[in-house]
């Protein structure tokens, strides 16, 4: 077994996904395409499933109450950094804030539910989807209740500036330097969740999900174990929480992180591949792609082509396109049950041992 | 039956254990001794309460009555400063948050709201200073009951949990004691390698910032862990399939790898539930001598197995149980010719 060459060894979906994301607004500028905008929707929601993927995916607890997490990294990105509070960090420091209150956050709610086993987490899991919202819009008096809080600060990235980048502001008219700075959030995510997987850590997780009577023979503790896979999963959650409302520079109201944010959330994880990160991307870039990119062209397409007007139910696909992901559902689940890039065993360290020594 | 010799300085000790699931007595008071550096069988006819009793010993189920002991001493989380400590941390955490999440509104109110001018510096000692007023406004009770039912959960609550998991299979696992299964639990989507390093978990020492941020010593000790997992899958004979999926393994290489995992724990005992079940004789041949290399490495040897001529070849004592009962003791050759063993495997002799 000789190791594999250099080209062979880029060639990959990640870097693969890397390189066209870096080509797209070249791409998007010259053919006036308008993807970067919905693109930016793709990646806050890629980190998003990746955090749930580290959950569900490795650890096989079925969550349901993702978009929790996404609010409360929401809020307190906007609490932290908001000037109508006190605190007032700066983006980044908030962000750190967020992650740190995300991770908090999921201990509080494993700690106490992480003994339950299957069907009976995912229902707690469920309803602390719903009370957050609920809790959000209520505690008015800090949360501004529906209103939502704004304005929120945006990034400030000073070699920019330096370097002559000068205009790439972050301002609600601008959409490119949202795009990069959120591409490398999601870069970041992707190597934390990588370096997770193959080591220590991300073994414990896949052990537990495999079979946890033998993970606990063999010295792993299960509930620890799985309150650090929770804490994980939330810190990332916050963190797109925390990128999506600094975008809009406002949380918006609660009732935007519902239930259908984290089935969102779920399905771009089973429609990627359980437990694998290339295929969350690749969900995450199907099923949002579709919602917010391939559909509404094709609507308009429609109208154009005069088949519907524009007062239909199909004028607009925000009426349709639950119908649609049902159906990519049910589909997915005939053709490709795995989901579209399956995991693959991690083998990469195993194969280079097995070249430095081969077999007698 | 053969009475058992006390033996100085055993390495597993099963003192009188009695497992009863409903009215169902799985092991009636089953005591054995189990001398360092051997190979001890322990055998008996379907539904004899082998697997039983050494998920009693491995703390997967509580035995109803009696004790193992590992080395002289029972292993389960005693009651210690450092247990009394996390307890009353946690009740101070929930009972902060109970107090907090009870009169957040208030609070926020008193301190946030009160003492911030928009656009002006935010009065820190000010602010401190009303969280004192604003809490003593609300008067004792309202604040203290709140924190005292909060110390109550969290602190009753981590008694509880701790209670209920005093003997957990990690703990003693940890402690030193491998095991395989019966029908073979292995993680399957892992690969072979990775099964392996998956019993190594204890012995490393990698936390999840290490981890996370691959700092140089999740280098140093990837590549020493890679090494050893390697050298186990060569003392097993599995070094050829590393980067295999454990699932697509045949049968007896699965056997092999679920031993490979157990000894990954460095175990100073190995308890092995049926290791040659399913096997060809060509198979049982090359495992005995595994088992054999196994207690020459210094690993004493605990063993549940039907084949008679794996228990015969390789065990140095071997106990007999019948319907959870002990009915013998002592080397191959006794229980050979022991007449209750002879009763319990072929029947009672009606004609002469």
């Known amino acids: 077994m000789s190791a594999a060459p250099m080209w062979k060894k880029l060639l990959r979906v990640d870097v693969a996904l890397l390189i066209l994301a870096c080509l797209l607004p070249v791409v998007d500028q010259r053919w006036h395409l308008d993807m970067v905008d919905p693109m930016r929707g793709v990646m806050v929601f890629a980190i998003l499933a990746l955090g749930l993927n580290i959950v569900t995916g490795f650890t096989g607890l079925l969550h349901l109450g993702m978009a929790a997490f996404m609010a409360i990294g929401a809020y307190a990105f906007a609490i932290s950094s908001c000037d109508i509070y006190p605190f007032q960090l700066g983006f980044w420091w908030a962000m750190l804030c967020t992650a740190i209150v995300g991770a908090f956050a999921g201990v509080l709610l494993g700690a106490p539910t992480l003994g339950l086993r299957g069907d009976y987490l995912a229902i707690v899991t469920l309803g602390f989807g719903e009370i957050t919202q609920d809790v959000l819009k209520n505690l008015d008096v800090i949360t501004k209740g529906t209103q939502g809080i704004n304005p929120l600060p945006s990034p400030h990235v000073p070699w920019w500036t330096a370097t002559g980048f000068g205009m790439l502001e972050f301002t609600s008219e601008q959409e490119l330097p949202w795009y990069w700075l959120f591409l490398g959030f999601v870069v970041v995510a992707v190597v934390v969740c990588r370096n997770l997987e193959r080591s220590r850590t991300g073994r414990s997780w896949l052990a537990v999900r495999e079979d946890e009577l033998a993970a606990r023979c063999m010295g792993i503790a299960p509930v620890p174990v799985k309150m650090i896979a929770f804490a994980t999963g939330a810190a990332l959650a916050a963190v797109s929480g925390g990128l999506w409302v600094s975008m809009y520079s406002s949380t918006g109201e609660p009732g935007n992180y519902d239930f259908q944010v984290s089935i969102l959330a779920l399905c771009i994880v089973i429609v990627g591949g359980m437990g694998s990160i290339n295929g969350v991307l690749v969900g995450a870039i199907a099923m949002l792609g579709l919602a917010n990119i391939a559909l509404p062209k094709i609507a308009s397409a429609m109208q154009s082509a005069g088949w519907v007007s524009s007062g239909s139910v199909f004028g607009s696909p925000n009426n349709w396109k639950y119908l649609v992901f049902g159906l990519v559902l049910v589909v997915m689940m005939r053709v490709r049950p795995d989901g579209l890039l399956p995991a693959k065993l991690s083998i990469v360290n195993a194969k280079k041992k097995n070249a430095v020594e081969p077999a007698p | ?352």
């Open chain 2, 1 to 352: 039956m053969s009475v058992a010799s006390t033996i100085t300085n055993p390495i597993l000790e099963v003192d009188g254990v009695t497992m009863r699931f409903g009215g169902l007595v799985a092991n009636d008071c089953v005591s054995f001794q189990v001398k360092r550096g051997e190979v001890f069988a322990l055998i008996g006819p379907n539904g004899a309460g082998k697997s039983t009793l050494f998920n009693a010993i491995t703390g997967v189920h509580q035995a109803t009555e009696g004790r193992v002991r590992f080395e002289g001493k029972e292993i389960r989380r005693d009651w210690s400063a450092t247990i009394f400590a996390r307890m009353v941390l946690n009740g101070f955490v929930l009972a902060f948050f109970v107090t907090l999440a009870i009169r957040a509104t208030t609070l926020w109110k008193d301190v946030i709201v009160a003492n911030y001018v928009y656009d002006e510096p935010f009065p820190i000692a000010q602010a401190a200073r009303s969280i004192g007023t604003s809490l003593w406004s609300m008067g004792l009770w309202a604040v203290l009951l709140p924190a005292l039912i909060g110390f109550a959960v969290g602190a009753g609550g981590y008694v509880t949990l701790w209670s209920r998991a005093r003997r957990t299979p990690d703990l003693i696992a940890r402690a030193g004691m491998g095991r395989t299964f019966q029908n073979i639990r292995l993680f399957g989507e892992l690969s072979v390698i990775e099964n392996v390093l998956v019993g190594m978990h204890a012995k490393l020492r990698c936390g999840f910032l290490a981890n996370m941020l691959r700092l140089p010593r999740f280098y140093r000790e990837n590549v020493v862990a890679h090494q050893k997992a390697q050298e186990l899958l060569r003392f097993v004979g599995l070094q050829s399939r590393a980067s295999e999926a454990a699932r697509n393994l045949p049968y007896g290489l699965q056997r092999r790898l679920e031993i490979a995992r157990a000894l990954a724990g460095e175990p100073r005992i190995l308890l092995l539930d049926e290791p040659a079940a399913g096997m060809n004789p060509t198979e049982t041949g090359t495992l005995m001598e595994l088992i054999r290399r196994i207690r020459d490495s210094g690993v004493t040897v605990l063993l549940i197995e039907h084949h008679m001529r794996v228990v015969m070849g390789v065990s140095d004592r071997i106990c007999v149980l019948n319907f959870g009962k002990q009915i013998a003791q002592g080397t191959p050759e006794q229980i050979r010719n022991d007449p209750a063993c002879i009763e319990a495997y072929l029947g009672k002799e009606e004609l002469g």
